[in-house]
């Protein structure tokens, strides 16, 4: 009793003084998170589907990792980028360049967010370019800054009330099949390939109607749609991009923020596609938990900006780098990227298991994704609200799960340290969960 009493307080407080415009999807307290699991503050214990928006990727407190940023501590805590090198910077370069997507993205910047390495990636390219505009795409997240939050298009409440938004943004459409076919079925069904063309084709429309290619500084995009609904590009559709920007001098910017570092099956989604990036964003599982994110590009571009243009106070901080180069060395020695493919398939089965099942299949409209970063979008024809219901079932049964995108949509982001007991655990929860919102 004296817990759940501790647990309210707790909540109370946080409530009076944290701002609505943060959103919470649960009114829990946590005190202590442990591989795939978290523990709430009055002793309840969830499986973790969310890694805190796919920042825990290798388990909430893995051991190798709080040593190194431990021993850290007691060495550097804050060596400021300007003022020289430190060691485990110039050991987590060392440590990225053999797992670059392509050779030539060979020189970093590292920063504090996601958000932050976007808004760099921007300057770098208008800088280099001599160019203003950057095109973005139709679902697309980049960040809440106002930069940021300008070029995103997955949502209107992450822009709505803070203009003037930045200006030199354009939107063109992502291919999606599902969608696709769902809004033009009278048309009959489009393939990944036929919807990558149309696709294509209105990209280089927008390229003569509405920003020339004279203008036009970089197109940026997610392999992997986040907060848009976790919707893999077709392979016809990147390969595209990069046709487009090779004969524009364009700048094809991939954003990996949340689809890097092992989540999709490959250390970068990118890799997948064949594709090289003029600009690398990364960020979330770099390092765990630790703020830290980064862009990478070729010498060249990197070094067309001025001394002092770039960089900022906590820039590369020691310690978070210290927890990303231990990052690294997990990957590896755990073979994550095969548990990954294992737990990845898995988790799919599960999932396509329960679409077929007679009393919940027909509220499921598609699954999709790459390795341990599936969205589930549930049909137009289940209930409104369907989403955040199933969401909230999972909680009170022990998982912790989120929803995504302006569509009634889950993502699953489990640790990719995750056991095949404990990945069996989550989808017997989350159908439970499901039945439970069907009967309401």
């Known amino acids: 009793m004296q817990g759940k009493k501790q647990m309210s307080e707790l909540v109370a407080f946080g409530s009076r003084h944290i701002g609505r415009g943060i959103a919470r999807m649960s009114e ?19 499986l973790d589907f969310t890694c805190g928006i796919g920042v825990t990727n290798l388990g909430h407190c893995h051991p190798k990792i709080t040593k190194a940023a431990q021993h850290q501590c007691g060495q550097v805590v804050h060596a400021q980028c300007n003022v020289g090198y430190h060691g485990p910077q110039l050991q987590l370069m060392e440590k990225l360049l053999p797992v670059m997507p392509h050779k030539s993205l060979d020189t970093f910047l590292f920063v504090n967010s996601g958000s932050e390495a976007v808004e760099s990636a921007i300057k ?47 939107t063109t459409p992502f291919p999606y099949e599902y969608h696709y076919n769902l809004s033009r079925a009278a048309q009959g ?21 509405q920003t020339a290619p004279s203008d036009t500084a ?34 094809l910017i991939i954003d990996e923020v949340q689809s890097g570092f092992g989540r999709t099956g490959t250390y970068f989604a990118i890799e ?12 979330k599982g770099i390092a765990n938990g630790f703020p830290l994110a980064g862009i990478v590009s070729r010498k ?19 310690v978070a780098c210290a927890a990303a180069v231990a990052c690294a060395d997990v990957m590896r020695e755990e073979k994550i990227l095969q548990n990954v493919k294992a737990r990845g398939d898995q988790m799919r089965a599960g999932l396509e298991r ?36 199933v969401q909230q079932n999972c909680i009170r049964n022990g998982l912790l799960i989120l929803t995504t995108s302006v569509f009634e949509t889950l993502r699953f982001i489990p640790p990719l340290t995750i056991s095949d007991e404990e990945m069996s655990h989550g989808l017997e929860i989350f159908e439970k969960s499901l039945h439970e919102a069907a009967t309401m």
């Not at 770098?124 to 679902?139: D, E, Y």
């Not at 997948?272 to 960020?283: H, S, T």
């Not at 409209?365 to 137009?380: I, P, S, T, W």
């Open 354 to 389: 329960i679409r077929k099942d007679s009393n919940v299949g027909p509220l499921i409209g598609d699954v999709r994704g790459l390795g341990l970063m599936l969205g589930l979008e549930f049909a137009r024809t289940a209930p409104t609200g369907i989403s955040s219901r």
């Open 189 to 209: 069904n489009k393939s990944d390939d036929a919807c990558a063309d149309e696709a294509l084709w209105q990209l280089r429309l927008l390229l003569k109607q």
């Open 124 to 170: 770098l390219a208008r800088h280099s370019t001599k160019k203003q505009n950057v095109v973005v795409m139709q679902g697309g997240f980049h960040g809440r800054t106002i930069a940021t939050a300008s070029m995103t298009r997955s949502k209107t409440i992450y822009s709505a009330g803070f203009g003037p938004m930045m200006s030199g943004v354009f």
């Open 300 to 318: 060249e571009i990197m070094d067309s900006q001025t001394p002092g243009s770039m960089g900022g106070t906590y820039s590369g901080n020691a």
């Open 28 to 46: 829990i307290a946590w005190e202590r998170g442990e591989g795939s699991w978290m523990h709430s503050a009055d002793g309840k214990k969830y």
């Open 218 to 251: 970089a197109i940026i995009l997610e392999p992997v749609l986040g907060e848009g609904g976790y919707v893999p590009a077709p392979k016809k559709y990147m390969q595209g991009l990069r046709k487009i920007c090779d004969e524009h001098k364009i700048l």
């Open 272 to 283: 997948q596609y064949d594709v090289r990036p003029d600009i690398l964003v990364m960020a």
